[in-house]
């Protein structure tokens, strides 16, 4: 889980400051931009493996897919160069893909070339669930419904907005423990986006 308290803060006191100018900030567009600073300080995350097993590909850009309900189906835009992009961009370029994959106007190379996708359930409910890697990727990060949870500071509980993050990996490329330090740092990117500037 990654206590996104401080961080969902910001994205409102955000949004309300760019209300004019019709700029929406979604938590979605601050885990992508998240995502690509796990990826870049674990590249075992940001590669593919062909269909034989055998060729693993690092990459060394950060194309992130995200996961769409449409009324055809499950569908996975791809947000190019996220590591090159503020929230803001990253916002409304999710934004758009999204508008277009709700009408059925993806393109292939909307869906194409990503590196890592995320699957948000995050407006249906739920604490977990396990997504399935969207191959050639070798991860894939589910995240579910943030709560209200005590969480102990040393001194006492106090309530935190926690957010459930569940990561599916290739275990061909990826072991448990490297999984683990991926989604810790991920969750300490989440706690404070200053992390992102490293």
């Known amino acids: 889980q990654a206590d996104i308290t ?5 994205r409102v006191a955000l949004n309300k400051e760019n209300e004019k100018a019709g700029i929406k900030l979604t938590m979605l567009a601050f885990l992508i931009k998240a995502s690509a600073a796990a990826l870049k300080k674990f590249p075992e995350f940001n590669a593919s493996l062909d269909a034989s ?50 009408d059925g106007k993806l393109g ?13 359930l995050g407006g249906i409910g739920g ?9 050639p990727e070798v991860a894939i990060l589910g ?14 509980f106090a309530p935190k907005l926690m ?9 061909r490329v990826i ?10 740092y991920l969750s300490q990117v989440l706690a404070d986006m200053r992390r992102v500037l490293l």
């Open 6 to 10: 401080d961080l969902e803060g910001l």
């Open 53 to 102: 097993g055998e060729n693993l590909t690092l990459k060394k850009y950060f194309h992130i897919g995200f996961a769409a309900d449409t009324p055809n189906g499950l569908v996975v835009p791809v947000i190019r160069d996220v590591d090159k992009k503020g929230v803001v961009q990253i916002a409304q370029e999710t934004g758009e893909l999204a508008k277009k994959a709700r």
């Open 108 to 120: 292939p190379a909307d869906m194409s070339g990503g590196c890592f996708s995320i699957s948000s």
């Open 127 to 135: 604490t977990a669930f396990t997504p399935i890697v969207n191959a």
């Open 143 to 156: 995240v579910s419904k943030s709560s209200i949870q005590p969480v102990w500071n040393g001194k006492e």
């Open 163 to 171: 957010l459930p993050l569940s990561l599916s990996y290739d275990h």
């Open 175 to 184: 072991d448990g423990a490297l999984a683990a330090r991926f989604t810790t």
